[in-house]
């Protein structure tokens, strides 16, 4: 039985972390279902998902990788190749994934809120990255997405002093895009996913490169142009003109 459960609120997909018991700590297997769940979009699918909501069952909104012996914990072998996988299939996902933070996000908690691309945070959450505590070895994509998400000097305390980050630093730093309950989050994500969903994806595309220049990849210089020669870019622009709500096909 799948500790992921899946259901769609509109154009909303909902994945919710569904193992209280372990405080929604991740396994291998939970991470490919995630990975599994954002790899199946596809802005081409008749039934259009155009956010992702990602939330914890209970009071914790994920309590980091799962620290006991099985084979798919943190300690197994295949338990880092599928923690990788699943950030890189969040970070790649066409619409923006949203993590919906109601509780405390430990270790790999973190690094999934951190590949997550906005973040609505409740009044009982907080972050903490643990690996410094734990004699752990941190990948260099969570170091580097620390330093630029958090800044560098909150990261260096986030991680080298295993430092706690309540809400109101993480807010002050701009890691917070919304401080709300899990009815705010799931507005907020049904407020996204009004947005052009071309213009978003291309916008994905660059965020997470990497570069800072202008250059393009050929990806994005397909995505970029895509978006500009679209049928939803002439939309948005009668709809404008006519004063109302564009309504985007992903043409």
Known sequence: ?????QDVDGRVLILTIDRDERRNALDA????????????????????????????????????????????GV????????????????????????ADIQGPAVGAGVQLSLACDLRVVGPNA????????LGFALDNWTIRRSV???????????????????????HNVGFVHLRGNADDALAYAHEVSGNAP???????????????GFELSAKQQQDYFAVWQSEDAQ???????????PEFKAR
């Open 126 to 133: 907080w972050f903490l990255v643990p690996p410094a505590k």
């Open 148 to 170: 630029e998400l958090l800044g560098g000097s909150v990261s260096r305390g986030v991680l080298l002093a295993a430092q706690k980050m309540d809400v109101d630093q993480a």
């Open 75 to 98: 300690y197994g072998d295949n338990f880092h190749t599928k923690l990788q996988h699943m950030l890189t299939s969040i970070m790649n996902c066409p619409v923006p994934v949203i």
């Open 1 to 5: 039985m799948s500790n992921l459960r």
């Open 29 to 72: 297997e939970l991470c490919m279902d995630i990975a599994d769940a954002v790899n199946d979009i596809s802005l081409e699918n008749e039934a259009p998902i155009r956010a992702v909501l990602i939330r914890g069952e209970g009071s914790a909104f994920c309590a980091g990788a799962d620290l006991g012996d099985d084979a798919g």
């Open 198 to 212: 071309l213009s978003m994806r291309h916008l994905k595309s660059v965020l997470n490169d990497g570069g800072f």
């Open 235 to 245: 939309e948005a622009r009668i709809a404008r003109k006519e004063k109302r709500a």
